[in-house]
């Protein structure tokens, strides 16, 4: 199993850019989450689809939108890059885990620069 | 939102065991605690994670009070390679909780030889 994928890794946008992160699990989770984490800080949510189908705002949605395209993919699309809006993005998926413990798994991150 | 609190960093020395403790104090009646851990240009990983009383794993134990308005990760005999920011998240257990929890700003645990 690959687990959560995420692209690109890196991109340097212009302000006023438009772009599309992607992901994909393979775990079969209903639930998808994308996160973002400024330098130095905690991981705060953006939006989140508890099932496919369905998508809804976090903690900062403002300057985002999303789509849950299937049960595998959650995309993240700017539609017009800010400077503020530099910043790693961190996809997730949640699920059981061996039937005992109920976990995110974390993709491995897009670093996201907005000049 | 179950807010918690931890705090922000913490030192130790290799071959110590080590205690982060979390603050929930509106924990919910169906909410779990788990732990995450977290490396540099790396998404966080799961630890741990409890309703009451004690967890153990092969690599931590969660202690919960009867209360559960705060928990507390303990690493024992902790390495360099445990230097890492350390998340407590409260929650429920199931799809439709998602998004219901927050991670906060973690606990920065540095780990000298």
Redesign the interface.
Request: charge should be negative.
């Given at each position: 199993n690959a687990g959560?994928t995420q692209t690109p890794k890196f991109q340097v946008l212009k302000t006023g850019q438009s772009m599309t992160l992607q992901c994909a699990q393979d775990m079969n989770h209903?639930?998808m989450?994308w996160?973002r984490q400024d330098p130095g800080?905690?991981?705060?949510?953006i939006y989140?689809?508890?099932?496919e189908g369905t998508t809804?705002k976090?903690?900062v949605p403002n300057g985002y939108n999303v789509s849950r395209l299937n049960k595998r993919e959650f995309s993240l699309r700017l539609e017009s890059a800010a400077p503020s809006q530099t910043s790693v993005y961190?996809c997730?998926s949640?699920g059981w885990?061996r039937g005992q413990?109920?976990?995110?798994?974390?993709?491995?991150?897009t670093r996201l620069t907005v000049t | 939102l179950a807010k918690t609190t931890q705090p922000i960093s913490m030192d130790s020395y290799e071959g110590q065991e080590v205690n982060i403790t979390c603050s929930h104090n509106n924990i919910a009646t169906n909410d779990y605690i788990t732990w995450y851990q977290q490396f540099p240009s790396q998404g966080p990983r799961f630890i741990i994670q409890g309703y009451k009383t004690k967890v153990t794993n092969e690599v931590a134990s969660l202690f919960i009070p009867a209360d559960r308005k705060s928990s507390t990760l303990s690493l024992p005999r902790v390495s360099l390679s445990d230097t890492a920011v350390y998340y407590c998240l409260v929650g429920g257990r199931a799809d439709t909780n998602a998004g219901k929890s927050t991670f906060g700003d973690g606990t920065t645990l540095t780990v000298k030889p």
């Open positions: 959560v209903n639930s989450y996160y800080m905690g991981l705060r949510l989140y689809s508890a099932s809804d976090g903690e961190f997730a949640s885990d413990t109920y976990e995110q798994y974390f993709g491995p991150g | -």
